[in-house]
């Protein structure tokens, strides 16, 4: 089912759903947005929270220039307009977790502007083509506080830990039709993120965060009226939020009721959205501009600097890796999906042409499939990623050039594998230690064959017989009879001889 045909079936006929969405992404940088309290996750309950955070009477905001340099390269990421004068506004609102009764953030003048993201197509997903979703804007924030509802019986305790962090909101046009596009353009924003740096994406630890926007309609009819789920913290619950919240409106619509613009909460145990308040429109926040803080303006050589430090992006990695390296699109897809994998990858693919006196291209096939198919395996067996396994690009890549030199098999080099897992040594550490080395001697090899020959006298009658199904029998027999340890291209060789 495409996209542009996904529907809701009611009972009077079908439903389009329309989804935007607003990403709020904690932004890479030691210190908080406005102050100089450190950001890091995991602190003792408001162990970093300065004066500024706590809204002490007669505390000033200094902006911090790593922010909004993080913020800058991440629009140049997504090819956005980076607008050289920004400002910054106070949204008024009260609550416990808000010290100061106003939040700082850019309604009027955001920092970056239009800017877009496209989709990869995925049939499996239910993504038939690759789709272009715009971005209306990322206007630089200020995080709150939390509320912490589990320490006291009677009371909530505050924590400001969180308060003063700085966020991208990352908004969205409501270009997206179905949960499957909602899920595939939060992926593919977090690993950008992930690579421009300016954000870690952990969506468990609340560093990436999302709310939902979901309305139905008529094909073709104006858009409904929309609600908005409120901090959705991961792809799968961004699609559930969708599924249910789209299906909850089409069946108040059917019922004759109408849809009220609120602000709701995604439950994960049940899968459904439940109301929290109506839904404020900008003026009910009394925005006005922060007699604070002046005007952002942004120079050419700062912008330039933004620009030169950016990476090599997902999707332009990944174009290099099949037209330079060879790769298949699906090994290509899966060495850029995570930036840490990409790494991994090129830092093996390094080691690798150098111990084995080759090109980068004349080893990228054969690493490519080693780290996808066999340590990728091994480690998930062992409940290990990239990041804490006990195999290193450098160990790989010694690995690997004692399967391309011919001295291990690519069976023995599985053992080896599970061997350097298992002990943290060095691939010829083990080779020479167990005896692993393979055997391309002729003379022994051959001596071997015939004695496989000469026991499987009917088998060879039947292969020569037209039966050549059975050549791989003797490969087999002759692969045991030596361990394991036989070169298989001599085997070849010499099966191909003698049977003639």
């Known amino acids: 089912?495409?996209?542009?045909?996904?529907?809701?079936q009611g009972a009077t006929g079908e439903w389009e759903v329309v989804i935007g969405l607003e990403v709020h992404a904690q932004v890479t940088s030691n210190s908080k947005l406005f102050s100089g309290a450190a950001t890091q996750f995991g602190a003792e309950p408001n162990a970093q929270v300065s004066l500024v955070d706590a809204a002490m009477p007669g505390m000033l905001p200094v902006l911090n220039k790593e922010c909004i340099r993080q913020a800058?390269?991440?629009?140049?990421?997504?090819?956005?307009?980076?607008?050289?004068?920004?400002?910054?506004?106070?949204?008024?609102?009260?609550?416990?977790?808000?010290?100061?009764?106003?939040?700082?953030?850019?309604?009027?003048?955001?920092?970056?502007?239009?800017?877009?993201?496209?989709?990869?197509?995925?049939e499996k997903a239910g993504i038939p083509e690759a789709k272009v979703i715009g971005?209306?804007?990322?206007?630089?924030?200020?995080?709150?506080?939390?509320?912490?509802h589990d320490q006291h019986p009677t009371m909530s305790?505050?924590?400001?830990?969180?308060?003063g962090v700085a966020l991208m909101e990352i908004v969205s046009r409501p270009d997206m039709r179905s949960p499957a596009e909602a899920g595939a353009y939060v992926a593919k924003l977090r690993q950008?993120?992930?690579y421009v740096g300016s954000c870690d994406g952990n969506m468990d630890q609340g560093s990436m965060r999302c709310d939902v926007n979901v309305s139905v309609r008529k094909p073709g009819d104006e858009f409904g009226t929309r609600t908005e789920t409120k901090n959705v913290n991961s792809v799968r619950f961004v699609m559930a939020t969708i599924e249910h919240e789209a299906s909850r409106q089409v069946d108040v619509l059917e019922s004759g009721g109408k849809i009220v613009q609120e602000t709701r909460l995604f439950d994960p145990t049940t899968g459904t959205t439940r109301s929290m308040r109506s839904k404020e429109d900008a003026h009910d926040y009394r925005y006005f501009p922060d007699p604070d803080l002046l005007p952002l303006v942004l120079d050419g050589a700062f912008l330039e600097d933004c620009r030169n430090s950016l990476p090599e992006l997902p999707d332009a990695k990944r174009a290099r890796y099949e037209g330079e390296l060879g790769l298949s699109a699906y090994n290509a897809a899966v060495l850029t999906a995570d930036v840490e994998t990409a790494r991994w990858f090129e830092l093996l693919l390094g080691e690798t042409a150098t111990a084995q006196g080759k090109q980068p291209a004349d080893v990228a096939k054969q690493a490519a499939n080693w780290l996808i198919s066999e340590l990728f395996g091994a480690l998930n067996k062992l409940g290990k990623d990239l990041e804490t396994s006990p195999v290193s690009p450098s160990a790989g890549a010694e690995l690997l050039a004692l399967v391309g030199k011919g001295t291990i098999s690519g069976s023995i080099a599985k053992q080896v594998l599970e061997k350097m897992l298992e002990t943290g040594d060095g691939?010829?550490?083990?080779?020479?230690?167990?005896?692993?080395?393979?055997?391309?001697?002729?003379?022994?090899?051959?001596?071997?064959v015939d004695d496989i020959l000469a026991a499987n006298a009917d088998k060879v009658e039947q292969y020569r017989g037209g039966k050549?199904?059975?050549?791989?029998?003797?490969?087999?027999?002759?692969?045991?009879?030596?361990?394991?340890?036989?070169?298989?291209?001599?085997?070849?060789?010499i099966l191909k001889v003698k049977l003639g």
């Open 72 to 122: 800058v390269r991440t629009g140049m990421a997504i090819d956005a307009q980076i607008n050289t004068w920004s400002r910054f506004d106070r949204k008024n609102y009260f609550y416990a977790d808000l010290p100061q009764g106003y939040q700082i953030s850019q309604l009027y003048h955001p920092l970056v502007g239009e800017g877009s993201l496209t989709v990869d197509a995925d």
């Open 468 to 493: 050549e199904a059975l050549f791989g029998f003797f490969v087999g027999q002759t692969m045991k009879a030596m361990q394991g340890k036989a070169n298989p291209q001599v085997v070849n060789e």
């Open 135 to 148: 971005i209306e804007r990322i206007h630089v924030e200020q995080d709150a506080g939390k509320l912490m």
């Open 427 to 448: 691939a010829a550490a083990i080779v020479e230690r167990e005896g692993l080395k393979q055997e391309s001697d002729t003379g022994a090899i051959e001596a071997k």
């Open 1 to 8: 089912m495409s996209d542009s045909t996904y529907r809701i």
């Open 192 to 194: 950008i993120l992930r």
């Open 157 to 163: 305790y505050v924590d400001l830990n969180r308060s």
